[in-house]
């Protein structure tokens, strides 16, 4: 079965000398117009009867716009499809007592399967004339799991609630103060509960054009949760978090019952602990997407991650493994500079941090709660903040990716990013857009991108796998120890998902306090006895995966989670 996708937002024709496409088909040369101009968009259209799939259309375009791929008869039609070469779904997620979780890369369909199962949007089973009977789409669905279901939601006897992945846009659609909003949204009456499960407290009297990121995510999340309903559908809540307010939140979800949860999460350690069973997605971003057999948590995330569905005998991509460490020998990276304990006081919030050093090649995690001074020590690091003190001149240069990227109305190829970066981000294709117009994936790439390609005495990335589904952030890690080492140099990461400092860091500075009131860091530890630190704080303990070696959170009050409290391990590094 052969499929031609052209991504609409890649594709500009104008740019790549008006159809380069069309004029390198050489069966449109031959006389069979299987490609062409669609009027209507502007952009190519190519039939799926008549392309030989040669593939050299999708080899000459230069944005990588154009997808022919053959799949596998088996796979059947799509359950839903958007428009001529547009995107397709094969399969939906099953609903199951307990919570569903959706794992896979970015633009396979996780968000439209939501969405389908909301009621927000009706499959049309790949036909793109007039509009699909329900009794067709339930006959599709005949005899699986899934069929009542639909039934259900056909006849309009399910509510489903649906939190959105992108919360930065809610102020625009959503006004007035957070107390007010909570409320209308408790029809079940028991928002008080949530809100301080949530820690929602200080934010009740500020309206929405006031709230910051993570309170915008808590937000939503409550309103999501306060509502009747029978279905309840979560898109990536645990972004702006951190990692004590994401565990905060798996416990809530949790703890819902009566209701069919789903649940989209990139950061692997929260998915692991929130759900009771996985679908796996795969296929190719905005070219097709494919649901797996529902699995058990564990094996569906270590299948995911070995990249091959044993009940299906598909092996979709090359396996990720976790490599378990021993205890670093920190000789052979040298000191690269030493700084001393510094203190800055604000109006209403202060940091402590003690002395320490930065070895190279050296990756540093910096872990703690969400305003407790992490930013704030690195730019007295690089000079942008004075201690008190007086200013401490460390005669460092700092290259600093910051936590929330404002794009300037300019082309990705006008900043200065060294071609082989390029090429190692995968941002080649991104070069004619502007950054305006670029997805908060993208966005994120081309500023580390640009990040490193500075020359710079250390490195410093906040928050660098925002936006990035599960398998970006695990090549960005590859990426930066490959840099690290291969330029002996110094990096700085600054992260909420546990999974990614874990993966990466020769060492961990560890920061505790009361969020926006003080904060406080001893000197970097070494990465078992920094993790422990943290866990503790964040009242969780960690084992490893025997399979995988990936870290996974013990479910509270777990035999494992009982053992490893009474001889004070929370992490088994």
């Given at each position: 079965m052969r499929i031609a996708v052209v991504d609409f937002e890649r594709c500009r024709p104008k740019d790549c000398g008006n159809f380069l496409c069309v004029r390198v088909c050489p069966v449109l040369k031959a006389g069979v117009e299987c490609i062409g101009e669609n009027k209507e968009t502007g952009k190519p259209f190519i039939s799926e009867e008549l392309c030989t799939g040669c593939g050299i259309c999708p080899k000459k375009c230069p944005f990588q716009a154009i997808t022919i791929i053959n799949l596998p008869e088996s796979i059947g039609d799509p359950v839903h499809r958007f428009g001529l070469n547009g995107f397709r779904l094969h399969n939906l997620p099953t609903p199951k007592e307990g919570i569903v979780g959706l794992v896979g890369a970015n633009g396979i369909g996780k968000?439209?399967?939501?969405?389908?199962?909301?009621?927000?949007?009706?499959?049309?089973?790949?036909?793109?004339?007039?509009?699909?009977?329900?009794?067709?789409?339930?006959?599709?669905?005949?005899?699986?799991?899934i069929q009542n279901y639909l039934e259900q939601l056909s006849a309009k006897n399910i509510k489903a609630v649906y939190k959105p992945q992108y919360v930065d846009s809610l102020p625009k659609h959503v006004k007035g103060k957070v107390r007010a909003i909570l409320k209308k949204a408790d029809e079940e009456g028991r928002m008080d509960s949530i809100v301080d499960q949530l820690d929602l407290g200080s934010a009740l009297d500020k309206s929405m054009d006031e709230l910051s990121g993570g309170e915008l995510q808590r937000v939503a999340v409550a309103a999501a949760l306060g509502r009747k309903s029978d279905v309840v559908l979560l898109d990536e809540p645990s972004s702006y978090l951190d990692v004590k307010e994401r565990l905060k939140l798996a416990r809530l979800v949790r703890a819902q019952e009566g209701k069919n949860v789903f649940v989209v999460e990139h950061d692997l350690v929260v998915?692991?602990?929130?759900?009771?069973?996985?679908?796996?997605?795969f296929g190719e971003h905005g070219v097709y997407g494919i649901v797996s057999n529902s699995l058990g948590v564990r094996a569906g995330i270590n299948e995911y991650l070995s990249g091959f569905l044993t009940s299906e005998n598909m092996r979709f991509r090359q396996s990720i493994k976790f490599e378990v460490r021993p205890?670093?020998?920190?000789?052979?990276?040298?000191?690269?500079?030493?700084y001393p304990s510094m203190s800055k006081t604000y109006d209403g919030f202060s940091v402590d941090v003690g002395a320490g050093v930065i070895r190279a090649p050296e990756i540093l995690g910096i872990l703690g709660p969400n305003a407790t001074g992490k930013t704030t020590f690195v730019k007295m690091l690089a000079g942008a903040v004075k201690p008190d003190g007086g200013e401490v001149d460390l005669g460092l240069s700092v290259s600093y990716k910051p936590q929330y990227i404002q794009p300037q109305d300019m082309p990705v190829a006008a900043l200065r990013i060294k071609e082989d970066l390029k090429t190692l981000f995968g941002i080649n294709y991104l070069l004619e857009r502007n950054l305006t117009e670029l997805s908060g994936g993208e966005l994120q790439k081309v500023a580390v991108a640009e990040c490193l390609s500075k020359q710079a005495d250390v490195y410093l990335l906040d928050e660098p796998s925002a936006y990035l589904d599960i398998e970006e952030r695990l090549k960005l890690a590859k990426h930066l120890k490959r840099f690290a080492y291969e330029n002996a140099t110094s990096i700085m990461v600054v992260d909420h998902d546990i999974l990614l400092i874990d993966y990466l860091s020769d060492a961990l500075l560890v920061f505790e306090g009361e969020a926006g009131v003080s904060g406080r860091a001893q000197a970097p530890l070494p990465p078992r006895e920094g993790m422990n630190l943290f866990l503790k704080?964040?009242?969780?303990?960690?084992?490893?995966?025997?399979?995988?070696?990936?870290?996974?959170?013990?479910?509270?009050?777990s035999v494992k989670d009982r053992e490893q409290r009474a001889a004070g391990e929370y992490y088994y590094g």
């Open positions: 968000s439209t399967a939501l969405k389908i199962l909301s009621g927000e949007l009706k499959p049309n089973l790949g036909f793109l004339e007039g509009e699909v009977d329900w009794r067709r789409i339930i006959e599709r669905f005949r005899g699986q799991e998915l692991d602990y929130l759900s009771d069973w996985v679908h796996v997605f205890p670093k020998d920190s000789t052979h990276r040298v000191v690269r500079f030493e704080q964040m009242d969780v303990t960690f084992r490893r995966d025997p399979d995988t070696g990936r870290p996974r959170a013990n479910k509270p009050g």
